[in-house]
């Protein structure tokens, strides 16, 4: 079985500070692991994933984050905060046989304040 | 490419009435999903395909139906609707088992279930 936990439904940051949002995941073979933003009145899109390989990853619009195994998470973070940072963030992880089924977490608020 | 479209992108429904959510995806992906997003709850799999023909039950299939009887449409139904079926549905989409691929998703339908 697998499990994802994100740790505070809400989060606000000032705009230039840093970006921190926390994802602890659960899985009984080696996952990958994914994190999505849903803007308001929007869709899931992809911010970045980690599969194999390199495991600080890069993503899209500065964020980027670390698989540590022995703490068996997966933190997104941002340098400086932006305004259009705004957004809700799901932590996601996949098993890496089967079908793909994908368990996401419960998702996190970021308000960013000027 | 349009992409994942969904169709409606609101509907209002009375309790006991039917009826069908329709996803489309121009991007010859194999896999396809219905998700339902509830407040402080994430993201749930109502049904997934995992090609042409094919449907399976994720974690909340209850009172949904699903049909893929073409590659690019997934369908979801709802033969007699329940408040407790007021949510914002997502269709998703991703390529295929050959490697971990991310889902590409569609901008919802709001339901309201009275």
């Known amino acids: 079985a697998q499990s994802v936990t994100q740790l505070g439904s809400h989060v606000s940051v000032s705009e230039g500070a840093l970006v921190l949002l926390r994802c602890n995941y659960s899985s009984s073979v080696p996952p990958y692991l994914f994190w999505y933003v849903q803007y308001p009145n929007q869709g899931l899109q992809l911010l970045l994933k980690y599969t194999t390989g390199a495991t600080l990853v890069k993503g899209i619009n500065g964020f980027e984050a670390e698989f540590k195994k022995s703490e068996t998470s997966f933190h997104l973070t941002k340098p400086s905060a932006h305004m259009s940072d705004a957004a809700e963030y799901f932590c996601?992880?996949?098993?890496?046989?089967?079908?793909?089924?994908?368990?996401f977490g419960t998702g996190t608020k970021l308000q960013v304040i000027p | 490419n349009a992409g994942v479209t969904q169709t409606p992108k609101f509907r209002v429904l009375k309790t006991g009435q039917s009826m069908t959510l329709l996803c489309a995806q121009d991007?010859?992906?194999?896999?396809m999903y219905w998700y339902r997003q509830d407040p402080g709850m994430g993201l749930r799999l109502i049904h997934y395909s995992v090609g042409e023909g094919t449907t399976a039950k994720g974690e909340v299939p209850d009172g949904y139906n699903v049909s893929r009887l073409k590659k690019q449409n997934f369908l979801l139904g709802l033969e007699s609707a329940a408040p407790s079926q007021t949510s914002v549905y997502f269709c998703a989409s991703s390529k295929d088992r050959g490697r971990v691929n991310e889902q590409f998703f569609g901008p919802g339908t709001r339901l309201t279930v009275l």
């Open positions: 996601a992880v996949i098993n890496s046989g089967g079908y793909q089924k994908v368990t």
């Open positions: 991007m010859n992906h194999e896999y």
